[in-house]
């Protein structure tokens, strides 16, 4: 076995790691060009261009249920943050400088994280659904996506999954950031709050956009390589003129090889290609 990374050794070596990147990040922001986008309004623009929901607390195997309730809590400080920001043309949204570092003092609790591909909890754990929530509405739409770090691993089965798999984004303050930029000609404004277990978002504009967007995962299975199951698919987007329905353009925006990282009894049988499991 080879020698362990700093950050690797114990919780306070991780810690000191972590605020060297923050430093690092700060230090590398001085000399970037983006124009981040800073104005919030109460009033939504008119028109609606994606709206979407997920739910909030999931039981997950193994895991304490009070993380997920805990994360509740982190989400509605993050809305607050969030909601009404206008991104104007040539702007760019950028996650951390919207929502800021999350500390026990300002109400963040302990939630769900994931490190390298494990579960562990820490303070404002489980606000990478905020993130996913807002690129999944940027993925239905013509904005860019500038900064995005994906999940590298396959960590929960598909029970009550809404969207294709492998379109959420990993966020860690404030090295892994989430940022898109509004490169069209009208601005766009997002949306989030939280009703009835589940948070709520939508992407508005000031007038309509000529294209709707559908994002697809094709060729989905699982496969086992080496001894470990792995998780297969693509995942597609296609753009489509709203006016007479045309399919101009499919892209492929991500090509899922992940570990599995949980149980696999939980796969379905039926998924599976290749070598088989004995259960």
């Known amino acids: 076995m080879g020698r362990k990374l700093f950050c690797q050794i114990n919780p ?22 983006d124009n981040i986008a800073k104005t919030v309004q109460s009033e939504a623009l008119p028109c609606i261009v994606k709206g979407h929901t997920s739910i909030l607390v999931r039981k997950l195997h193994g895991v304490d249920i009070r993380l997920q309730e805990n994360k509740v809590t982190n989400i509605e400080l993050a809305c607050k943050k969030i909601n009404g920001m206008i991104v104007r043309p040539g702007e760019t949204f950028s996650y951390w400088k919207t929502v800021g570092e999350a500390k026990a003092k300002d109400g963040y609790k302990e939630g769900l994280v ?5 579960f562990a909890s820490d303070i404002g754990g489980g606000l990478c659904q905020m993130a996913n929530m807002i690129h999944w509405l940027v993925l239905n739409s013509p904005l860019t996506v500038t900064e ?9 089965p598909d029970e009550r999954r809404r969207v294709p798999f492998g379109t959420g984004t990993s966020v860690l303050y404030n090295n892994l950031d989430y940022r898109f930029k509004n490169t069209t000609d009208q601005v766009v404004q997002i949306l989030v709050w939280c009703e009835g277990g589940e948070l709520c978002g939508e992407l508005r504009s000031e007038r309509p956009f ?26 597609y987007r296609f753009v489509i003129d709203k006016e007479s329905g045309e399919q101009i353009a499919k ?29």
Do not use: W
Request: with cysteine; hydrophobic share 30%.
């Open 12 to 33: 306070t070596c991780y810690k000191i790691s972590l605020r060297k990147e923050i430093l690092r990040r700060n230090i590398k922001e001085l000399f970037t060009r």
């Open 114 to 118: 994931i490190s390298n591909g494990k």
């Open 148 to 156: 995005l770090h994906h999940h590298s691993d396959a960590l929960f």
């Open 210 to 235: 000529p294209n709707r967007y559908k994002i697809v995962e094709e060729n989905h299975h699982f496969r086992m390589e080496n001894g470990k199951y792995y998780r297969i698919s693509q995942v």
């Open 251 to 279: 892209e492929l925006i991500l090509d899922n090889h992940s570990e599995v990282m949980y149980d696999y009894s939980l796969i379905p049988v039926d998924q599976i290609r290749g070598e088989s499991y004995a259960r």
